[in-house]
């Protein structure tokens, strides 16, 4: 298993396109997260399943974000209309449930809206 | 809500300088504690953890305590290389990674 990895690494799009990144997480992590994170910040949180069930989404994710993770494996998260502040790196992770194996992320995917 | 908090950098050091990054935090419950860092250009990589109170996360040279009393997680490395030149990000996890703003830490020969 090579780690979690991102898919695009980077994405351009015109201001009112849609956008959709994929994350494949470690294969026996059944605990998948996404986070955003602007120059010069922490990552913040955005939303995580656990198997293919979402179990938190934080209030940062308008209802122009949705993700999804159809079969426990794989996840996609979609934004919608972009606005321009919606440029960020965009980070995922997985772990196992215990807490204490820590999480590891993927390479993110940079996107920049214009 | 839980949060973290770090010290303010940037952090510019001498090479073989001792080091010490300071974070606290405010959480409900027990939660296990990181600490991360992101070389220039490269993604997030776990540096240390630590899951209860008084363990001793270490790694590459890095050490951190967890300070329950204190709601502390200090970082610190006793000689410090121009390697060491990266972001570091204290975090907490009671179910999610939570993290802190991040501390910039440039290393001069």
């Known amino acids: 298993d090579t780690g979690v990895s991102q898919d695009p690494r980077h994405k351009i799009t015109k201001r009112g396109q849609n956008v959709t990144f994929r994350c494949d997480p470690i294969?026996?992590?059944?605990?998948l997260y996404w986070y955003r994170q602007t120059l010069g910040q922490g990552p913040e949180f955005l939303t995580y399943f656990q198997n293919e069930a979402q179990l938190e989404k934080s209030r940062l994710l308008s209802d122009r974000f949705s993700a999804e993770r159809p079969k426990g494996s794989f996840s996609t998260l979609e934004i919608q209309r972009t606005e321009q502040g919606d440029s960020a790196m965009y980070l995922c992770?997985?772990?196992?449930?215990?807490?204490?194996?820590?999480?590891?992320f993927g390479s993110g995917t940079r996107l920049t809206v214009v | 809500g839980d949060s973290v908090t770090q010290m303010e950098g940037p952090v510019t050091l001498s090479e073989e300088a001792f080091l010490t990054i300071n974070c606290t935090y405010t959480?409900?419950?027990?939660?296990?504690l990181f600490w991360y860092v992101q070389y220039p250009g490269e993604g997030l990589q776990l540096l240390l953890k630590a899951t209860k109170a008084d363990d001793k996360g270490s790694n590459k040279g890095f050490e951190a305590t967890y300070r329950k009393e204190t709601t502390s997680f200090h970082l610190e490395k006793g000689s410090v290389q121009v390697s060491d030149s990266a972001v570091y990000f204290c975090?907490?996890?009671?179910?999610?990674?939570?993290f802190g703003q991040g501390t910039e830490l440039s290393v001069k020969p």
């Open positions: 959480a409900t419950g027990y939660p296990s």
């Open positions: 975090a907490l996890s009671g179910g999610k990674l939570i």
């Open positions: 294969s026996e992590h059944n605990r």
């Open positions: 992770a997985s772990s196992l449930d215990q807490k204490e194996y820590g999480y590891t």
